[in-house]
């Protein structure tokens, strides 16, 4: 015998109906439910003759309607004297009592009616009575004057709420259920959710975002935060709305925060001085005295600071001529030189053979093969305008450096820049963001807070070597990450191969508007495929049913490209784990309360000319900054020959230098 037809992986007997079954079912138990409370009032509420006469009371009040008499057969009590007399309520009790030749009743005459002469209880013969009249009698004389639906009312409008509060599960599984049917169902994949069912399915109790539509808000588990966060969208898509409420949230805990401010929007919002907050800018007045050799604690560290300063190129042609200026750089760090030695020691290529005499970097750079020295010194000379913008410890207020910070915690950094000058700022404010991801990478002390790192407009950094490093290890450390950034393109042209894995690593995602080519394609490949089933229906004749069907399979994306480039601003797509949402929020903004940016004057950036005539102008002549005289840099102990070179006044020191190059 073949088996019968199956319904998806649920296997099923027959072929699903298309009928509302739910609703049905619903309507079933509701009709049961009444039923059941109908019989209890109908067992125990009512009298024995009561009881006996409710069929004749239905009966009268719909025939009555109709037609005027009907044949009934009333119960009758008989005495001793042959009187007879209709049955009254207190004669009448729960018994048996045999009628000849008919059936027993399931009554009997109570001890008071005997009592009082009272013999025999029987139905008398059909007899004709006025349908009416006889309601009147049931229903003054038996009934006390209430009607039938008055004596159920109470049981009949339990059954309707018991059928009320069915329908709010039964009519959308009816309609799920229809669609399924329409459109198919989902076998494996993805889940797609309303924002309330995501939250009712994930009980989030971690970072959240105020959603229309929502009281409460679109939370994800508290645990998931560590994992990471990534936001993708276009300018002006509604990123940093939701980094604002974000960090509104995180402000409230008390957590430290770095968070890189390309546009000085949360600087403006979010920066109090008494938290004790930082702001790394060297174009800003507030910024703090900062030097990369007070970062240093052990010489190993060096080549980690250069790396971040020196990027590699897309062309490995040229890898020479950026692992070389790392190594040199990483080689004048040891001296401990301010940053105002490094620049001027990166502008003298005598100073730099000094320094490198007698190590491997020495032929790196030999005078005998010109054209490989220029480049490896020009190289140097790149980073040399970021170092030469940097406050000395005179014009600072304060010192502040990464490896102290992150055993402190105190206060939130602000890393910012203003367009103009972001092409400058870019190599110091990578390297302050890769020193604070390698000195928060170890497990943090109990007594320590957590610190979230929140960088907007992450492709507008240059490559970060500990970027990678934070996010797929960070999570140890728990200190989250929040990456906003406008396309996967972006990322792919800065950490070419890496930019795959990176992207994959955090634990939730949430989707903008994106245009760029080819981004919601990849979008909807990382919001996953869901297997399809659907039913086919088809008529035919000459068949009893008239109707053939089929089972079709197939695999669809959850979330089409068209619909991730085509959302609206302010809408976005959520992913953790495999439940997917999509929203929409309101723009909440910050009142902007400090001052987004004090300019400071930089020795030597004043104009000689009006650049409106091009004239020249009396301008006095500015500081170059200090030479390698003028602030001392510190050497290793191991170095004494050095550290008593480095102490000579500037004369000196260039003597030394002449001595030095011509011995070489």
């Known amino acids: 015998m073949p088996k019968p037809a199956k319904w998806g992986r649920t296997e099923t007997i027959i072929w699903p109906p298309r009928s509302p079954i739910y609703t ?16 209890l009032r109908f067992s125990f509420a009512l009298t024995p003759l009561q009881q006996f006469y409710l069929p004749y009371y239905l009966r009268t009040q719909i025939a009555g309607a109709m037609r005027k008499t009907d044949k009934y057969q009333l119960l009758v009590v008989a005495d001793a004297r042959g009187q007879i007399h209709l049955a009254g309520d207190n004669e009448i009790q729960t018994g048996r009592t045999f009628v000849p030749g008919g059936k027993p009743l399931a009554l009997e005459l109570t001890p008071a009616a005997r009592a009082a002469d009272a013999e025999i209880l029987y139905r008398a013969a059909p007899t004709a009575h006025g349908n009416r009249a006889l309601h009147e009698y049931l229903k003054h004389d038996i009934y006390a004057g209430r009607e039938p639906f008055t004596i159920f009312r109470w ?11 069915q329908l709010p599960f039964s009519i959308p599984k009816d309609i799920r259920r229809r669609k399924e049917m329409k459109y198919g169902r989902r076998l494996r994949g993805p889940l797609l959710l309303s924002p309330k069912e995501f939250n009712r399915t994930l009980q989030g109790d971690g970072i959240g975002i105020k959603v229309d539509g929502l009281q409460e808000m679109l939370r994800i588990p508290a645990r998931a935060e560590s994992q990471h966060i990534q936001i993708i969208g276009d300018s002006g898509a509604g990123k940093t709305t939701i980094i604002f409420q974000v960090l509104r949230q995180i402000q409230s805990r008390g957590d430290a925060v770095i968070i890189y401010d390309p546009a000085c929007e949360f600087i403006q919002r979010f920066y109090d001085p008494k938290r004790g907050d930082v702001i790394l ?5 507030r910024c703090p005295y900062w030097g990369p050799s007070e970062e240093l604690r052990r010489k190993s560290e060096a080549k980690s600071i250069a790396e971040s300063l020196f990027q590699p190129t897309q062309d490995r042609k040229g890898e020479f001529f950026i692992e070389t200026p790392q190594k040199i750089f990483a080689h004048l760090l040891t001296y401990g030189p301010s940053p105002q030695n490094l620049v001027q020691w990166m502008s003298n290529d005598e100073e730099i053979d000094r320094r490198v005499m007698g190590t491997e970097m020495a032929y790196m750079i030999a005078k005998g093969a010109q054209e490989q020295r220029n480049g490896v010194l020009a190289s140097l000379g790149l980073v040399a305008d970021s170092l030469r913008m940097l406050p000395t410890r005179a014009e600072a207020k304060t010192v502040w450096t990464a490896t102290e910070w992150a055993e402190e915690r105190k206060g939130w950094i602000f890393i910012t820049s203003q367009p103009a000058q972001r092409a400058a700022l870019r190599p110091l404010h990578s390297l302050w963001i890769d020193l ?26 240059q490559r970060l070597p500990q970027l990678h490093t934070a996010i797929t290890e960070n999570r140890k450390s728990r200190n989250p990450l929040v990456l906003g950034f406008q396309g996967k393109a972006q990322l792919e042209f800065i950490y070419g191969h890496l930019a795959e894995v990176m992207l994959s690593q955090p634990a939730t995602n949430i989707w903008l508007k994106t245009k760029e080519p080819k981004a919601g394609q990849w979008v909807s490949e990382f919001i996953g495929k869901v297997e399809i089933e659907r039913m086919r229906e088809t008529h035919f004749d000459g068949s009893r049913s008239g109707r053939n069907f089929a089972l079709d399979r197939q695999e669809e994306p959850l979330v089409m490209e068209s619909e991730i480039s085509g959302l609206e601003d302010l809408h976005a797509f959520l992913k953790h784990a495999n ?8 723009y909440l903004d910050v009142p902007s309360t400090k001052t987004q940016f004090e300019p400071r004057e930089l020795p030597g950036e004043k104009l ?3 650049p409106k005539t091009l004239r020249k102008l009396d301008v006095p002549e500015q500081a170059a900054g200090p030479t390698s005289g003028s602030e001392t840099a510190a050497t290793p102990p191991s170095q004494p020959v050095q550290l008593a070179e480095a102490a000579r006044s500037t004369q000196a020191d260039s003597d030394a230098v002449k001595t030095s190059v011509t011995t070489y």
């Open 24 to 39: 049905y079912g619903a309507i079933l138990l509701a009709c049961i439910a009444a039923g059941l409370f109908v019989y």
């Open 436 to 461: 604070l991801v390698m000195r928060l990478l170890n497990q943090p002390k109990p007594e320590q807070k957590r610190v979230w790192f929140v960088l907007d407009e992450l492709a507008s950094l």
């Open 281 to 285: 800018n060297p174009l800003d007045a």
């Open 579 to 586: 439940f997917v949402t999509r929203f929409s929020f309101p």
């Open 608 to 610: 000689d000319f009006d």
């Open 155 to 165: 049981q009949m409008l339990f059954g309707l709420i018991a059928l009320a509060v």
